[in-house]
Each structure stands twice: as structure tokens, then as C-alpha cells.
């Protein structure tokens, strides 16, 4: 990671335990985010929703593959609201 970086994470998908050489990470100024949406069960009520049309993402835009870096660049800018999405079209 660049000085000052910041490594974001969502979920735990190798599991619980990780070891991190804390010394490189505050000497770098970097930071470690993570996110954790809940249980297996939580998901399922809330597909549940989904499939029942009761819930649905907000979708700023929608980007073909081909035209990813301007996905990133709308991102950035930090303009959109809700979603950015990148399709393999």
C-alpha cells in the first residue's frame, strides 16, 4: 500500500485469524477497515426481502467492462449516489 494507504475489507472469508505486523502499519500511516454484515441468517432474511421485491439497490450508474476506468473516475469524484456497477458487456 501507498503511504498513506488504507487496506478496506468486507467479511471474513478466510477466517478469523490473521497476524499483521502492527509496527509497519502506524510507521507507514496506513489503516485497516473492516466490515462484517452479520450471520448466515441475516443474509437469508434479507434475500428474502430481495426476492420478494420488498428491497431494492440504488443504482447511480452502469459502466460496460471495456469502460472501467471511468467507473473509477465517477467514484472518485465521489458524485454518485447509490451503486456503481461494471458489466462484462
Do not use: I
Not at 501507498?2 to 490473521?18: E, I
Not at 496506513?30 to 441468517?41: D, I
Request: proline share 4%.
Amino acid at each position: 500500500m501507498a503511504k498513506p494507504g488504507r487496506l478496506v475489507t468486507c467479511g471474513a472469508t478466510t477466517g478469523s485469524t490473521v497476524q499483521l505486523n502492527v509496527t509497519a502499519l502506524f510507521g507507514r500511516q496506513q489503516s485497516l477497515l473492516g466490515s462484517f454484515m452479520g450471520t448466515k441468517s441475516d443474509l437469508l432474511e434479507a434475500l428474502l426481502f430481495f426476492s420478494q421485491k420488498k428491497l431494492k439497490p440504488v443504482v447511480d450508474s452502469v459502466f460496460p467492462l471495456k469502460d472501467t476506468a471511468a467507473a473509477h473516475q465517477r467514484l472518485e469524484s465521489r458524485g454518485q449516489f447509490g451503486k456503481v456497477v461494471v458489466t462484462p458487456e
